[in-house]
């Protein structure tokens, strides 16, 4: 095996774990009571909007995934559709929001682990565990996919099964008399409400950068996507429901934490505080492992390419794992973690700045899409999720002037080699083999491609 190409080994029960992972999260725990203390029973509507936009969402990327299966991910689509240029500027704007928002999951678990161990410890303290838990998860990356999955494979299960049995129990002990009136702070929360949870569906991009370990890519893909957005669907509009017929609406975001621990002691008629504590924090080290594992994989690729240095693109002979891009998110996350405990801010300053980061990522996927498939169905359905995209913009608010500022630094940044490029020697791009990375014809011959895939 080459040095710097990845084993295909991973399967749809494999893939349905990790976009599990990726996904479900601050979706099932913190969002819900954050939507219904904003919009009350409309938050409901907005719920079902994303659950209902989330399968071409996620349909869109499965299907250029499977079209261009490398760990580039996102990179990788606008490349092929935009020219290398493009391709490099889009690498950088996504290393930098994935190092900017990845943190938020470890450190809502560190709190959480925090609040069921030490009540009452300080902000920082809980930004300190919640570096431990990413640390953690970076360690058990090290292990390799194989390990890695099948503890989390485990630890979903178990975890899965305690959401259920909370929803199950405490769905019945609600009242339908919350549901009225169904928009209480008017219908112009609706955006504000669509983009809280909008965060909730944030991960399935998370499978792009796993595509060059996917076995048979245009059969694993479609089949591991239904079943993951038909799982995240149910268990999002059934948490969602049982918050809205359970708890007042009259709460503040402090209490965003405390959601699930009091639908436990509502389904169980006793106080479980810690067991609800822990149970959260561990669903969330799964989401953080998973999104570990994509964000090394976006390093691994950009080493390989020379965007970021090469040296990271060295793999392990042990594990088959990139182990030098793993340990590259430590230096990665600490900037960020560094500047969250010097200002004593919670990593809801990081939702906040990032959700609209995340959509024109998302947008930059789906405008490569309209371009790279422009035949059959899939036409149709890139068409819906770009005007949807472009829709939800001004509902992000102040996020969008991170995001600009972010993808300036990228242009900037992606300036320099490019011009060194241009004035030094050509340096030949390390890249897959011709069989890893099938799609590499310039974009006007894609549409022959896209009919000889099918």
Request: aromatic share 8%.
């Amino acid at each position: 095996m080459a040095a710097n190409v990845l084993r295909r080994h991973i399967t749809v029960p494999g893939l349905v774990v990790h976009y599990l992972t990726s996904v479900l999260g601050v979706g099932l725990l913190v969002i819900p009571v954050l939507a219904w203390t904003t919009a009350g029973p409309l938050s409901l509507l907005a719920w079902g909007i994303l659950i209902l936009y989330s399968y071409p969402f996620a349909l869109v990327f499965a299907k250029l995934s499977t079209l261009h299966p490398t760990s580039k991910g996102v990179a990788q689509f606008v490349e092929v559709a935009f020219g290398r240029r493009a391709g490099r500027v889009a690498a950088l704007y996504l290393l930098m929001t994935l190092l900017l928002a990845n943190p938020v999951l470890g450190l809502i678990a560190g709190r959480y682990l925090l609040a069921a161990l030490a009540p009452g410890a300080s902000n920082r303290a809980s930004l300190a565990a919640g570096a431990v838990v990413i640390l953690g998860c970076i360690a058990l990356n090290l292990l390799g996919v194989k390990v890695s999955g099948r503890v989390q494979l485990a630890v979903l299960v178990v975890v899965t099964g305690v959401l259920c049995a909370v929803i199950v129990l405490a769905l019945p002990q609600g009242s339908s008399a919350q549901l009225h009136p169904f928009a209480p702070h008017g219908w112009g929360v609706l955006g504000d409400c669509l983009l809280i949870c909008f965060f909730g569906f944030i991960g399935w991009e998370n499978a792009a950068p796993i595509a060059e370990e996917v076995r048979d890519p245009g059969r694993t893909f479609p089949r591991g996507i239904l079943c993951a957005v038909c799982v995240v669907g149910v268990l999002y509009f059934a948490m969602a429901l049982t918050v809205a017929l359970t708890l007042p609406s009259d709460q503040n975001t402090e209490q965003g934490l405390t959601g699930f621990t009091r639908l436990l002691r509502t389904a169980t008629g006793a106080d479980h505080t810690t067991l609800g504590y822990l149970v959260a924090a561990v669903l969330l080290v799964l989401t953080t492992n998973a999104w570990c594992l994509g964000t090394s994989r976006v390093v691994f690729a950009l080493a390989r390419e020379g965007i970021v240095p090469r040296g990271l693109s060295r793999i392990s002979p042990r594990t088959g794992t990139p182990s030098r891009a793993v340990l590259a998110l430590v230096p990665g996350y600490s900037l960020t973690l560094g500047l969250l405990a010097s200002t004593d801010s919670n990593e809801s300053v990081l939702i906040k700045a990032s959700s609209a980061a995340y959509l024109l990522v998302f947008l930059l996927a789906f405008l490569s899409a309209v371009r790279l498939v422009r035949t059959g169905p899939m036409r149709w359905t890139n068409y819906l999720v770009t005007a949807v995209t472009l829709l939800m913009l001004p509902f992000m608010g102040v996020s969008i002037g991170y995001a600009a500022a972010m993808l300036t630094a990228a242009v900037l940044v992606e300036r320099w080699p490019a011009r060194r490029e241009r004035t030094g020697p050509r340096v030949a791009t390390a890249r897959p083999p011709s069989h890893e990375l099938p799609t590499t014809t310039p974009h006007h011959h894609h549409p022959e491609h896209d009919r000889r895939e099918r």
